[in-house]
């Protein structure tokens, strides 16, 4: 079992910067591809970015936030970030964390592990 506690959301004028952090406990974080996803009100849990287990050397990111958002990983304190620079409006939403064995993937059905979420407000 993994549990994943996100932290770092607020509110964030458009341009401005913010950097999520997910936490993790309960397994081999190493282990674990470790992705981000975020939910607008009346829309779906859409991809955002993925980081690739052990070393973390492979990412891939959405169109919408490719250039401007950084994934990263650190093994030692087992948390995955997400720098999110030029935040835009378009950008508020409810960013989640997630973990699954062991390759990277776009798509939320193949993670097994969810945090609750921290809310991303951006004011234009």
């Known amino acids: 079992q993994v549990q994943l506690v996100e932290s770092g959301g607020g509110l964030v004028q458009a341009g401005g910067s913010l950097r999520l952090s997910c936490a993790a406990s309960?397994?081999?974080?190493?282990?674990?591809?470790m992705g981000w996803f975020r939910q607008a009100p009346g829309k779906e849990r859409e991809f955002v970015a993925t980081?690739?287990?052990?070393?973390?050397?492979?990412?891939y990111y959405a169109d919408s936030v490719k250039g401007r958002f950084t994934i990263s990983r650190d093994n030692a304190k087992n948390t995955v970030y997400l720098q999110m620079n030029s935040l835009k409006p378009e950008d508020t939403a409810v960013y989640y964390c997630?973990?699954?064995?062991?390759?990277?993937?776009?798509?939320?059905?193949?993670?097994?592990?969810w945090g609750q979420g921290t809310q991303v407000t951006v004011s234009a």
């Open positions: 980081i690739s287990w052990n070393s973390g050397r492979i990412t």
């Open positions: 997630a973990a699954r064995l062991t390759a990277t993937s776009r798509d939320r059905s193949a993670y097994n592990y």
């Open positions: 309960g397994a081999a974080f190493s282990n674990y591809a």
